[in-house]
């Protein structure tokens, strides 16, 4: 099961950290995504990163400003937000493809373990 928290209401430039931690087993062999969505929108890709965190994949309009990271240790994955635009009010939303260890899909359906979000809003 994961479990994503850490969302919250922030002013534009603010930062937030959401996270996601697994329980009832290790994700440490898979690769842990992040996903963000709005009302009426499809689930788009945010972040990725495999199994040993030595790859990891951004969308474009979050590249520089987000990085993704993992302890293992606590079975968790990190989303660290920084400069955050109104733009990035969205559900955000952890996955885990438990049938990759190093590429990253980017593709919502290729994804069958899912945690039940956490809420940005970022206001101007």
């Known amino acids: 099961q994961l479990q994503a928290s850490g969302g919250g209401l922030v002013q534009a430039g603010a930062s937030l950290r959401p996270s996601c931690a697994a329980s009832?087993?290790?994700?440490?062999?898979?690769?842990m995504t992040w996903f963000r969505q709005t009302p009426g929108k499809e689930r788009d890709f945010v972040a990725g990163?495999?199994?040993?965190?030595?790859?990891?994949h951004y969308a474009d309009s979050v590249k520089g400003r987000f990085t993704i990271s993992r302890d293992d240790a606590k079975n968790t994955v990190y989303l660290q937000m920084n400069s955050l635009k109104p733009e990035d009010t969205a559900v955000y939303y952890c996955?885990?493809?438990?049938?990759?260890?190093?590429?990253?899909?980017?593709?919502?359906?290729?994804?069958?373990?899912w945690g039940q979000g956490t809420l940005v809003t970022v206001s101007s």
């Open positions: 996955a885990a493809d438990r049938h990759s260890t190093v590429r990253i899909t980017t593709t919502p359906g290729a994804y069958d373990h």
């Open positions: 009832g087993r290790t994700v440490s062999s898979y690769v």
């Open positions: 990163i495999s199994y040993n965190g030595g790859i990891t």
